[in-house]
């Protein structure tokens, strides 16, 4: 069973930074692409950063130069440093993963189960 289990979220003040951090458990698999997404109050999830398994990663326009994704493929865990958060980085985060089961090789997407980040004076 793969799991994705994230930590990292709480209240930051405008201009502040968090760290979130994303770790898949289980035995048995490969990851390819990782990644963030946030879903705020009323509005659709929306793609924050993705990092691929060569280290290539792609940033939404909002977060570009504030946000850091990374990963540590020995750990199987994905990080988003956030940085000069404002308040419009409010939002629920989750992470996903595309990981490869070796049995089957099927390849299928799996989620973290979110966590809130608050950005508030």
């Known amino acids: 069973q793969v799991q994705l289990v994230e930590s990292g979220g709480g209240l930051v003040q405008p201009g502040g930074s968090l760290r979130l951090s994303c770790a898949a458990s289980g035995s048995g698999f490969s990851i390819n692409d990782m990644g963030w997404y946030r879903q705020a109050p009323g509005k659709q999830r929306e793609l924050v950063a993705i990092i691929f398994s060569n280290g290539i990663s792609k940033y939404a326009d909002p977060v570009k130069g504030r946000f850091t994704i990374s990963r540590d493929n020995a750990k199987s865990t994905v990080y988003l440093q956030m940085n000069s958060l404002k308040p419009e980085d409010t939002a629920v985060y989750y992470c996903?993963?595309?990981?490869?089961?070796?049995?089957?090789?099927?390849?299928?997407?799996?989620w973290g189960q979110g966590t809130q980040v608050t950005v508030s004076s």
């Open positions: 996903y993963a595309n990981i490869r089961r070796d049995y089957t090789q099927i390849t299928q997407t799996y």
